[in-house]
């Protein structure tokens, strides 16, 4: 069974893909920050990615939303040029699969079993391989799309631990964006710490943690593909300024 339905009606919202790809640039480089600009910042997690071919971890993964809170984790692996494959598992059940994203390069897939169901979207070519959807293909465009900063908090003291805000430019009619994201990263190693992102309108912030990260992976072929089991309703997103046009 397969009918067409609009972004509304998706189970895991595609900011987590968003934001994994986001996060996942953020590896190891032997360099030590001290005094540096959000810019210089970013630079340095630009040149670590371009040296980066693959990575596999586990994860975590918190979302609140309108008060409600929900923490699922998981495995997963990426591969260049935005191959992605992600399994979720609850935190209360970790045996029990709740549900697979995979980007196989020209499509993206989640199969959600409780549910019997499979959402997939297609990717142009040029999407499927940016590491965020409009910064364009390996960062090259992010200083130009997005507006750069350093914040401190109580955990982020602009030495040790930075934390670099990437917050959307605003659009042409100065409208300013409506979502906000955030990565704690240690100075020494550039290694991750923790990774927010926040939908202003919507009072949703989602937060992901990386643990046992491995840019040695070699993942397997098959990793990266995904054929719906027999049986399962499948449902067709589509992006309805690409469907009008």
Do not use: C
């Not at 990717?123 to 960062?139: C, D, H, K, W, Y």
């Not at 350093?150 to 003291?157: G, N, S, T, W």
């Not at 912030?205 to 040695?216: A, G, K």
């Amino acid at each position: 069974m397969t009918r067409a339905l609009s972004p509304a009606r998706v189970v895991r919202p595609a900011v987590a893909v968003w934001a994994f790809f986001a996060l996942l640039a953020f590896s190891v480089t032997s360099a030590f920050a001290a005094e540096l600009t959000a810019l210089q910042v970013f630079e340095h997690v630009r040149s670590t990615y371009a040296a980066m071919e693959a990575m596999s971890a586990k994860f975590e993964e918190e979302t609140i939303m309108d008060g409600q809170h929900r923490v699922a984790q998981g495995l997963l692996q990426f591969k260049k040029p935005g191959l992605l494959r992600q399994e979720y598992f609850g935190k209360d059940e970790p045996d029990i699969l709740q549900q697979v994203i995979v980007l196989d390069g020209k499509m993206s897939w989640a199969y959600t079993p409780w549910l019997n169901q499979v959402t997939r979207k297609a990717m142009s070519t040029e999407r499927a391989q940016e590491i965020l959807p409009g910064g364009g293909v390996n960062f090259e465009k992010i200083p130009d799309n997005f507006d750069l900063a350093l914040k401190q908090d109580e955990v982020a003291d602009g030495k040790e631990i930075y934390l670099l805000e990437m917050r959307p430019k605003p659009d042409a009619d100065g409208t300013p964006a409506d979502e906000l994201l955030e990565v704690w990263v240690r100075a020494e190693g550039w290694m991750p710490l923790q990774f927010a992102y926040s939908h202003i309108p919507n009072r949703m912030t989602t937060v992901i943690r990386l643990e046992e990260v491995d840019f040695e992976a070699e993942p397997g072929a098959d990793a990266f593909t995904f054929t719906p089991p027999v049986g399962v309703e499948i449902i067709t997103i589509t992006d309805r300024h690409e469907s009008d046009g």
